[in-house]
């Protein structure tokens, strides 16, 4: 993963994926659902970041 909020669009469909997977076993279900929660929570974060960075970008072309 690079880091452009694509990268993390992309990153964020592939969780979901793993997620969806059928084949999955339970235990391994609970990994993958333990990880994504973990995962979006750092998503959040850097989403929030941009967020307060184009904020900050159009604050100052006022």
Do not use: C, G, P
């Amino acid at each position: 993963m690079k880091n452009t909020l694509t990268d993390l669009n992309n990153y964020l469909f592939e969780a979901l994926e793993r997620i969806n997977d059928d084949s999955l076993t339970e235990e391994n279900l609970e990994k993958e659902i333990k990880r994504a929660e973990a995962t979006n929570k750092v998503a959040k974060t850097i989403i929030d970041n941009a967020q307060i960075q184009l904020q900050a970008m159009k604050h100052m072309d006022e």
